[in-house]
T-cell receptor, first 113, second 116 residues
Framework: KAGVTQTPRYLIKTRGQQVTLSCSPI?????VSWYQQTPGQGLQFLFE???????NKGNFPGRFSGRQFSNSRSEMNVSTLELGDSALYLC????????????FGPGTRLTVT | AQSVTQLDSQVPVFEEAPVELRCNYS??????LFWYVQYPNQGLQLLLK??????LVKGINGFEAEFNKSQTSFHLRKPSVHISDTAEYFC??????????????FGKGTLLTVNP
């Protein structure tokens, strides 16, 4: 079956703009998580959605937001972009139970200039 | 809250040599433990996970890991590596209890480079 897909794969934005990233989970998966990966901070958890509800949130400013639709697809939005938001944004899906394997997408590479 | 420490940021080895990638964690509650691998320009792929039971866990591509509760460690091992094992490896934990058990806390990663 198809894996986790993320669009777009690459994105270049200017400081102050906003951006929306999209994630389509594996069919049947109801949980979608988002992570930010940077060379300095490594992989950091942003938030997790299950059946359209945010179950958990990491320590990121309110400029980072997300949502999940009834078909489990998810979007994350970053407003008022800063240079430090340049990163690889990874989406992962799972069935949603504790200890379940998370399947990762290839990521969206965001560059803020 | 949990934290994960991967003790080596880079590990160079020769092909067919054994390798151990070290991971220690800190948590006030019981955790699940994972090892993921990331190849260049790709997402993460699960190598193995420890949920409960036998402390020796076998994963894909010939990797295995041993959970040591007293040392709070979960080291990854492979008896003989191949060039294709060159990648970055991440150790991760998730909380078994409460509302924070749906996220992974990752270590900083270990870059394994296998040389011919």
């Amino acid at each position: 079956k198809a894996g986790v897909t993320q669009t777009p794969r690459y994105l270049i934005k200017t400081r102050g703009q906003q951006v929306t990233l999209s994630c389509s989970p594996i069919s049947g998966h109801r949980s979608v998580s988002w992570y930010q990966q940077t060379p300095g901070q490594g992989l950091q958890f942003l938030f997790e959605y299950f059946s359209e509800t945010q179950r958990n949130k990491g320590n990121f400013p309110g400029r980072f937001s997300g949502r999940q639709f009834s078909n489990s697809r998810s979007e994350m939005n970053v407003s008022t972009l800063e240079l430090g938001d340049s990163a690889l944004y990874l989406c992962a899906s799972s069935w949603g139970g504790t200890g379940d394997e998370q399947y990762f997408g290839p990521g969206t590479r965001l560059t803020v200039t | 809250a949990q934290s994960v420490t991967q003790l080596d940021s880079q590990v160079p080895v020769f092909e067919e040599a054994p390798v151990e990638l070290r991971c220690n964690y800190s948590s006030s509650v019981s955790v699940y433990l994972f090892w993921y691998v990331q190849y260049p320009n790709q997402g993460l792929q699960l190598l193995l996970k420890y949920l409960s039971g036998s402390t020796l866990v076998k994963g894909i591509n010939g990797f295995e890991a041993e959970f040591n509760k007293s040392q709070t460690s979960f080291h990854l091992r492979k008896p003989s590596v191949h060039i294709s094992d060159t990648a970055e490896y991440f150790c991760a934990v998730s909380d078994k209890s409460g509302g924070s058990n749906y996220k992974l806390t990752f270590g900083k990663g270990t870059l394994l480079t296998v040389n011919p």
